[in-house]
Structure formats: C-alpha cells, structure tokens
C-alpha cells in the first residue's frame, strides 16, 4: 500500500506538471488526485519540489538508458588516442540519429518531453537536476565528438555553442510538432518522416563540420 501511495503520488504528479506546469500545481491537487493524504507528498518526496526534481531525474534516467549504447561506445572511444575524426563523426552522427527518432516517436512519453522541454526552456528551482543529471553529461559528450571531427580545430567554446545549436535544431521537430504535422499535411510522426527529418538534421552536421574544417584549413 505505501509503495502504491507513493507511485500514485509520482504518476499524478507527472500528468498534472505536464498538463498544467509546476507552478500552477499545488500539493492539494496532487494529493486529491491521486487520491492520497497531502502529508505524503512530504513524507515521500520531503514536499512539491522534491517530487518535481523526482521526476526530472526520472525523465532523464530514461533517456540516458535510451542513448545508453551509443554513448558508453562514445565515451570509451574518445579516451582512445587513436581515434580518427571519421570515427569521431560517424559516432556522433548516430547519436543524432539517436536522438531524433528518441525525440519524434513514442518511445519518450509525451508528458515528459514536455516536462523537459519546458524546464529546458523556462528554467526553475529544479533545473539542476536536469542539468547535472542529463544535460551536461550529454552536450560535454556531443561537444568533445564535434570538437574531434574536426580534428581539434574547434575551441572547446566553439564546440559547445555547435553543440546548443544543434540540440535546438532537433528539440524543435518536438516543442514545434503540431505546426510542422499542420503546415506539412502530415498526420503522424511516421517512420518515413523521421527519417526524413534525421538526414535533414545529420545534412545539416555535415555541412557545418566541412565548413569548419575547410576554413580552419584555409585560414
């Protein structure tokens, strides 16, 4: 019964954060909703912001276990003095791959992409949480793969700001989906339009990443 409360307490709450946002849910609306005592909100979750951050790590253990192949193998091989910058790339490329269809399925919940997505964009109390727990770890990773692509001709500086642009450019086909689905005459997110919105994205890359190599080169 008390792991019941508990997990009632958490899946409510995520349905009402995401619906509503975290300021306009108060503990009271938690509570009846999941049909649990208000006090155990703080018994459980020591109150409204600890079950906020509760979630947000939650939200960003999934999408790490989602990426989970592809970044162990990233991480390993970039402590590898030996790695090539195609191998740089090609890694970093599925990750975009990755992430976007991670972004654009059904594999990630609604109500946590807009959970993240609005605590991404309109930072509060608990952002770092989400910080330290999945966006630093995975823009350092995106970074250092970008910055060994272009063979170290990329400033760590450089590498970071590619890296926000990039992450901006793929939670844009997410925070933006009815209108893209709406002006394209799209139903769904289906295979064929993730795919197509992947080597759009990875294109992208590739046209960036040459254009700093040949300008380093050239410079």
């Known amino acids: 019964m008390i792991k019941d409360s508990k997990k009632r307490l958490f899946e409510t709450a995520r349905h009402l954060f995401?619906?509503?946002?975290y300021q306009a849910t108060s503990t009271r609306d938690i509570a009846e909703k999941a049909k649990v005592n208000i006090s155990a909100i703080t018994y459980y979750f020591d109150g409204k912001l600890g079950l906020y951050r509760a979630i947000l790590a939650d939200i960003a253990c999934r999408v790490k276990k989602?990426?989970?192949?592809?970044?162990k193998n990233a991480i390993q091989l970039?402590?590898?003095?030996?790695?090539?910058?195609?191998?740089a790339e090609n890694l970093l490329y599925e990750l975009i791959s990755d992430l976007c269809s991670l972004l654009c399925s059904q594999r990630l919940p609604n109500e946590d992409a807009v959970i993240?997505?609005?605590e991404y964009s309109v930072?509060?109390?608990a952002f770092d949480t989400l910080y330290q727990e999945l966006i630093c770890p995975v823009y350092k990773l995106f970074s250092a793969l970008i910055s060994k692509a272009t063979n170290g001709r990329l400033s760590d500086?450089?590498?970071?700001?590619?890296?926000f642009q990039l992450f901006a450019q793929m939670f844009v086909f997410k925070s933006r989906k009815q209108t893209i689905l709406q002006h394209l005459k799209w139903t769904e997110y289906g295979e064929q339009e993730i795919q197509k919105i992947i080597r759009m994205v990875l294109d992208h890359t590739r046209t960036i990443l040459t254009l700093y190599k040949t300008n380093s080169e050239t410079g």
């Open 116 to 118: 993240f997505l609005h």
């Open 66 to 71: 989602e990426l989970e192949g592809k970044t």
């Open 18 to 21: 995401a619906s509503k946002g």
């Open 78 to 87: 970039l402590t590898d003095q030996e790695m090539s910058a195609e191998q």
């Open 123 to 125: 930072p509060g109390e």
């Open 157 to 163: 500086e450089d590498a970071a700001l590619y890296t």
